[in-house]
């Protein structure tokens, strides 16, 4: 039996369109701290890419779709698709980036299509009061949600366990990366990475689908 995760993703739209609401297109507005940090985070997914710049980016919970400005800013010409569960944001993406064939914008959480590659940002942090076991089905169900819409591969990064305690935030989730990279090596196959080195209170995880 499928299980009805719309209360988690009420929560989250309502939560991030109230940061869009107060923040602005900003870093702050996807609840991120600053901007540099959400340049070093976004950069943590080209190594997806594998220097393909013709491949298609499907975005899950892209915000006002700064990682489309990442991508072209780092050469990137493949169609981009953007998923989010605030229409505010989505709104606001279609009004800083346009649509065109190359660039296109809904509001879901579980894509009608697939591209090359899958990546999802900052979706599995904020918990709010929602219950542990709860939110944990919620990620692994969105993980699988990933993997579908990758065809050659997905990624997605999470605030870590291993982060300092006092300065961790009681609203947020934080995963345990160990945990999380057997997951994804057990269920995903043995293309997996994850990726810790890059001085923020988080990991990415990089899988890539076998021929």
């Not at 890419?49 to 780092?74: E, H, I, K, Q, T």
């Not at 493949?78 to 709104?91: K, L, N, P, Q, T």
């Not at 994804?184 to 689908?209: K, N, P, W």
Request: net charge neutral; proline share 4%; glycine share 8%.
């Amino acid at each position: 039996m499928t299980r009805d995760f719309s209360p988690i993703l009420a929560h989250a739209a309502s939560y991030y369109a109230s940061r869009l609401a107060q923040h602005g297109a900003t870093p702050q507005g996807v609840d991120w701290n600053g901007a540099e940090s959400h340049e070093r985070r976004h950069a943590q997914f080209l190594r997806l890419l594998a220097a393909d710049p013709d491949a298609s980016v499907l975005d899950l919970g892209c915000g006002f779709g700064d990682f489309l400005r990442f991508l072209r800013a780092s050469g990137h010409r493949g169609r981009f698709i953007g998923y989010d569960v605030a229409a505010s944001m989505i709104e606001k993406a279609r009004a800083l980036y346009g649509e065109d064939h190359d660039r296109q914008w809904h509001v879901g959480a579980r894509p009608a299509e697939a591209a090359d590659f899958a990546v999802a940002s900052g979706i599995f942090n904020v918990r709010g009061d929602i219950p542990e076991d709860d939110w944990r089905a919620y990620v692994r169900d969105t993980i699988d949600i990933l993997a579908s819409a990758g065809r050659r591969g997905f990624a997605f990064n999470a605030l870590s366990l291993s982060s300092d305690p006092d300065r961790r935030r009681a609203n947020l989730n934080y995963a345990d990366p160990a945990a999380m990279l057997g997951h994804c090596l057990s269920r995903y196959g043995r293309s997996v990475a994850l990726l810790q080195d890059y001085g923020l209170y988080e990991f990415t995880v990089i899988v890539r689908h076998q021929p």
